[in-house]
């Protein structure tokens, strides 16, 4: 298995624009984590989903982010219109039972 | 919900020495505690986790203990080695509907050779 696939591995966008972050988890998981992750405030929960129903938003930060699972083996996590402090590492994590299995993560920097 | 403390946020040792990170968590229906590891721009891996049925667990040079009472749980690594050397994070987590885990803000070890 490949483990859980996220793209793009690194993103550089201007104040404004949209960003749309891809997560592809284990083949046969049944939840899938959004995070975040920055020195400050630490490895954050931003959704969660359970048999691709969104079960708990309310780590999104705004109405500027969203997310979806349109499908067992595809979410993604989209921001618009992106700010600076939207910079952070985007890490997608899925799971079957106990343990969560990271993503690479998506470093996302936006100038 | 659910809060993670975990102390202390930087740990250096000696090679060799051993290193101990402890968290407290808040919510006494939290019954699962995971540790994970994450070397610098890798992914945190889950190295040991314990259920709130066992007070310790070990495997080869890590172990972590639980005391429920005083809702507290640490990782405890012998012999560290250089490739020791990452931040650490502890969770809680309850084993009830759809509950998620609560990261603590992490400890990054650094293991002097």
Known sequence: ?111 | GENVEQHPSTLSVQEGDSAVIKCTYSDSASNYFPWYKQELGKRPQLIIDIRSNVGEKKDQRIAVTLNKTAKHFSLHITETQPEDSAVYFCAARADSGYSTLTFGKGTMLLVSP
């Open chain 1, 1 to 111: 298995d490949a483990g859980v696939i996220q793209s793009p591995r690194h993103e550089v966008t201007e104040m404004g624009q949209e960003v749309t972050l891809r997560c592809k988890p284990i083949s046969g998981h049944n939840s899938l984590f959004w995070y975040r992750q920055t020195m400050m405030r630490g490895l954050e929960l931003l959704i969660y989903f359970n048999n691709n129903v969104p079960i708990d938003d309310s780590g999104m930060p705004e109405d500027r982010f969203s997310a979806k699972m349109p499908n067992a083996s595809f979410s993604t996590l989209k921001i618009q219109p992106s700010e600076p402090r939207d910079s952070a590492v985007y890490f997608c994590a899925s799971s079957l039972s106990n343990e969560q299995f990271f993503g690479p993560g998506t470093r996302l920097t936006v100038l």
